[in-house]
DNA sequence: CCATTCTGTCATGCC
DNA sequence: TCGGCATGACAGAAT
């Protein structure tokens, strides 16, 4: 039976090796594994001869076969596994060569290695990697909601001043004139610098910009309006007389004329009833008034016309108009609830910008007009982002839409009047002192809160002052006012917030905290607690709810407006609803008189003055701080998982790098073996080859196809050639055991 | 309804 | 010691 045995084993070894001289890979492995133990162990057993194979058999040990016992050498085995192993390791990643060259057909246009030139490969691959890799990035950050607002800020912050663009020589004329109204308002310079004096050098750059931005869009006009920016002292950074210049001279007015209580309804109703308020009231008085009856007058345009030379269809004019003329209940509309908040509030608070420079305030004030009519018209969802700016490049054509054209200034009137209504009741909860209020005076007084931007921060002041403080001094009334308006700037309604939001986002860039953006559109909301301040407010609060219900809602969803579009807009306004989350809500019913927005993005400095400038309780200092932790925290995480997620990417590409690399190598490994062990006894698996003109592939050794579609596309020939293989060595052996039997019987004699 | 993903928050450690 | 950042872990919402 022995020499059975060798005379078996040795045909099976010429037959195998003559396979292979004939370019027929046999890949005896899978059958002496799986398919034919028998002959596995015929062969396996016999001599060390075989154990040749067993390099290609040695992860057969792996899967439980293990060595055969009369393997001869133990530590070749135990040395040809490790190498193998290594081998193995390197080729993870190796194919068959057809599939390689296929492969590298494939890959080289994308700068894939090729064996002649791996480093320039390599060199492009990591250039494609890069090119993979900034391609993920994007695509997560849009996948992101934070980055996706990020660009929506960014097309804010693009489409924006473009629209002062937009601004006619009309408007700018009108512009000039409501500057030069803040002038004769008595609004000197000293208030212009004195608002800035925290941000004064963003509003220089601003204003730079914004002059900048003057030139290039409005054109002459444009740079008419620059040069009496310019040019007049008085007005010095001027931020032009804006709309909310006029409005926001109404508080100096108010705090020299009103200081009775009976002010009250004179300061508000001229706000309601612009076009009845009084003449006879002192020169500021009147001008401001003047200005309001423009605005008033502005369905006419006739009287703001022959007062202003503002042209018709100026949207400034138009804008102003709008609120006098109609009641706010009858501006209130549900539209209005809805996405007036954003509209309004950015009319409202664009102005409001501290360091809004001139050109961006501008800018801004158009804005208002145009959004309103194409709100009216798209109906605006609550996203300004996408209704909102766009519309403001079309916003001079809409302008002319009349009957829509009071909702702005009606929806502006009563944000001021809720801002007002809102920082009394601060003012009154929070007991403000008259020297925490001259303190914010110096603070915020002259700051723009007053002169320079904020429409409705004036007039929150002379409601406030009207309201809150009856029988205060000038000097306390001033005082008041200054509180007032400083609430209003740092944002106690959340207007002057939102303007700053706007400016920290536009000062940002797309790293802009979007959460914040939300507030954007959501600080228009108010708190209805806050409406019931003033009893002849009412009507116009409860007209107002549809404003605050967001707000003062802990439930972040908008009341969904009948008339709204149902589309992605809105949803994606219900998210940025969804957004203001928790510590909105729960610093609004803390009544928190900063916007979570400078809570966490203010320094440190800043932001302790700005704790040790109001009297919070202990509730809201812990409110404001956790606000402040949980809001850094969030950025922290959120920029924690961006790298994390970079990091990963990099790595992957690395990986697919270093494979590439090691499948060259591979490659270039085996074709020096191909060349110099032709005459060589190279092991029975690298020995036989399916094809004979190609190289051996250590890939047809691996399981692991290691090649993706390519690799399963040699899977198959392979499996079709070992098929083939198989059927003819079984004939052969059949042969071979005829062979032997007849041998056998013929020398058994 | 379940699994996965996304996002916010907390706790912890480090600087 | 405080403030901020980084990160793992968890929970809840969204998909």
Known sequence: MLSLKKYLTEGLLQ??????????????????????????????????????????????????????????????????????????????????????NAWLVHRDPEGSVSGSQPNSGLALESSSGLQDVTGPDNGVRESETEQGFGEDLEDLGAVAPPVSGDLTKEDIDLIGILWRQDIDLGAGREVFDYSHRQKEQDVDKELQDGREREDTWSGEGAEALA??????????????????????????????????????????????TGTESPFDLEQQWQDLMSIMEMQAMEVNTSASEILYNAPPGDPLSTNYSLAPNTPINQNVSLHQASLGGCSQDFSLFSPEVESLPVASSSTLLPLVPSNSTSLNSTFGSTNLAGLFFPSQLNGTANDTSGPELPDPLGGLLDEAMLDEISLM???????????????????????????????????????????????????????????????????????????????????????????EYSKFCRMSYQDPSQLSCLPYLEHVGHNHTYNMAPSALDSADLPPPSTLKKGSKEKQADFLDKQMSRDGHRARAMKIPFTNDKIINLPVEEFNELLSKYQLSEAQLSLIRDIRRRGKNKMAAQNCRKRKLDTILNLERDVEDLQRDKARLLREKENEKCMQGAGDDPPLGFQLQAASSQPVQPGLLEDSPGGGSEGQRQDSQVVGSRTTVYFFCCWFFVVVVCLFVFLTATAAP
């Open 425 to 515: 009741d601060l003012a009154i909860e929070e007991g403000f002192n008259p020297v925490q209020a001259s303190q914010l005076e110096e603070e915020f007084d002259s700051d723009s809160g007053l002169s320079l931007d904020s429409s409705h921060s004036p007039s929150s002041l002379s409601s406030s002052e009207g309201s809150s403080s009856s029988s205060s001094s000038s000097s306390s009334s001033s005082a008041s006012s200054s509180a007032s308006s400083s609430f209003s700037e740092e944002g106690a309604v959340g207007y002057s917030s939102d303007s700053e939001t706007l400016d920290l986002e536009e000062a940002e860039g797309a790293v802009g905290y979007q959460p």
């Open 15 to 100: 037959f195998t090796i003559l396979l292979s001289l004939i370019g027929v890979r046999v890949d005896v492995d899978t059958y002496l594994t799986s398919q034919l133990p028998p002959l596995r162990e015929i062969i396996l057993g016999p001599s060390s001869a075989y154990t040749q194979t067993q390099f290609h058999n040695l992860r057969n040990t792996l899967d439980g076969y293990g060595i055969h016992p009369k393997s001869i050498d133990l530590d070749n085995y135990f040395t040809a596994r490790r190498l193998l192993s290594q081998v193995r390791a390197l080729d993870r990643f190796q194919v068959p060569t057809t599939e390689v």
């Open 227 to 272: 040069r009496d920016l310019l040019v007049d002292g008085e007005t010095g950074e001027s931020f032009p007389a804006q709309f909310p210049a006029d409005v926001s001279s109404i508080p100096e007015a108010v705090p020299s004329e009103s200081e009775s209580p009976a002010l009250q309804n004179s300061l508000l109703s001229p706000l309601l």
